[in-house]
């Protein structure tokens, strides 16, 4: 049975991996034919997957201006519209950032939360801190790719509410508490059960805080300027009961 193969014709120079530089001839051993075709389509594959990788510099670019972000939204990495008065995008425009991975709109002072948050699927780290909503938005707990959280300074938001939301991200491994007048561990940190790193510093705990030793895969704490009396029975038993944590004071 005859069957085709990709031939390179030798009188023609520039790019081998280019389909109008090749010229199909017939070939009767099939299994050799296969390998050959198989072996150029990984190669080509190869080829255009590297034209298309992301220049570093694309990466580590940092805008500060939403409507300079928008006008080639797939090339932002991230993304810091922090202590900004600015217009909030409506839902469809968070669409537009498909390769976001950082956002910043600490200090913007927001009543609301876009649910179009939701949208940016790669995001890995979101600072919400010094804002004046109550409770995070349930479109947050859709961010299956957020691995940091920073919800420092939040005078007016429900805590104990808002970690409901986010309770079940796969990914969350770092969360920031820090300045918001906590005087005990809300119950519902508990549920976070994939955290490795907290920082609970500049609160208001009295005592130290042994609820802590239900998250199992805890390995860091920030308990520094906090207002309690270190029970060293209390730490000890912390520490036993979490093998391998670090704790500052």
């Known amino acids: 049975m005859k069957t085709l193969l990709p031939h390179l014709s030798s009188n023609v120079a520039g790019d081998p991996f280019s389909s109008k530089f090749f010229n199909i001839r017939y070939m009767k051993n099939s ?3 296969h390998g050959i075709v198989l072996a150029f389509f990984a190669l080509s594959v190869f080829k255009v997957n590297a034209q298309v990788a ?3 510099s694309v990466i580590t670019k940092q805008y500060s201006n939403i409507e300079e972000a928008l006008k080639d939204p797939e ?9 900004q008065n600015f217009k909030m995008p409506s839902d469809s425009v968070w669409k537009k950032f498909i390769n976001l991975e950082y956002l ?6 927001l009543a609301n939360l876009p649910d179009g948050l939701s949208n940016l699927k790669k995001l890995k780290i979101l600072d919400l801190s010094g804002n004046d909503f109550k409770v995070l938005p349930q479109s947050l707990s859709r961010l299956e790719n957020l691995v940091e959280l920073y919800l420092n300074d939040e005078k007016k938001m429900d ?8 309770k079940d991200l796969p990914n969350l491994k770092i969360l920031h508490l820090e ?9 519902s940190l508990l549920y976070l059960k994939n955290l490795n790193t907290l920082y609970i510093n500049n609160n208001r705990f009295r005592k130290t805080p042994i609820e802590l030793k ?14 309690y009396k270190l029970n060293h029975h209390s730490l000890q038993d912390l520490q036993n009961q979490a093998t391998g944590l670090k704790i500052r004071f």
Do not use: A, F, G
């Not at 805590?159 to 986010?166: E, F, G, V």
């Not at 300045?179 to 119950?187: G, M, Q, R, V, Y």
């Open 214 to 227: 239900e998250l199992r895969k805890l390995n860091y704490v920030d308990l520094h300027d906090n207002k």
């Open 159 to 166: 805590i104990t509410q808002s970690l409901l939301i986010i």
């Open 104 to 109: 910043s709109l600490k200090n913007d002072h």
């Open 75 to 83: 090339k932002v990495y991230r993304l810091d519209l922090s202590n």
């Open 179 to 187: 300045n918001d007048h906590l005087k005990s561990i809300p119950k």
């Open 54 to 56: 992301p220049d570093s």
């Open 31 to 33: 299994s050799l034919t």
